[in-house]
């Protein structure tokens, strides 16, 4: 595990709700020491961090998103982060559709269909 391999991630699907997944990760890598930053549309605070309505809205560009949303949003995030410039994707196991990884592929973004946590030993 090595937190500094990233200047910034943004995890897509960040909630307040303890049980789902998407709070766990954003908890458990702010745990970690990794820069990370969350988004949903609702805005808002999450564990005392401002939560983003959009990748867009994040001061910085990040150099990861990982996605923790159905797969139509993630299909959504990859147009947004071909705008943006964003050149690589995690989707967490789930979030992914073969539509997404096909579109984020013909963008030249690099597509990881895995779980962040698991393969990087933060779980």
Known sequence: MNPKEYKLIAVVGVSDDASKYGH???RDLLNAGYPVKGVNPKGGFVLGQNVYKSVAD??????LVIT????PVTEA???ECNK???KNIWMQPGSDSDLAVQKAREYGIKTTQACFMVLKGVW
């Open 84 to 86: 943006l410039g964003v």
């Open 77 to 79: 995030v990859v147009e």
């Open 24 to 26: 766990k990760i954003f």
């Open 68 to 71: 923790v949303v159905p797969p």
């Open 58 to 63: 994040i001061e910085q560009r990040p150099d």
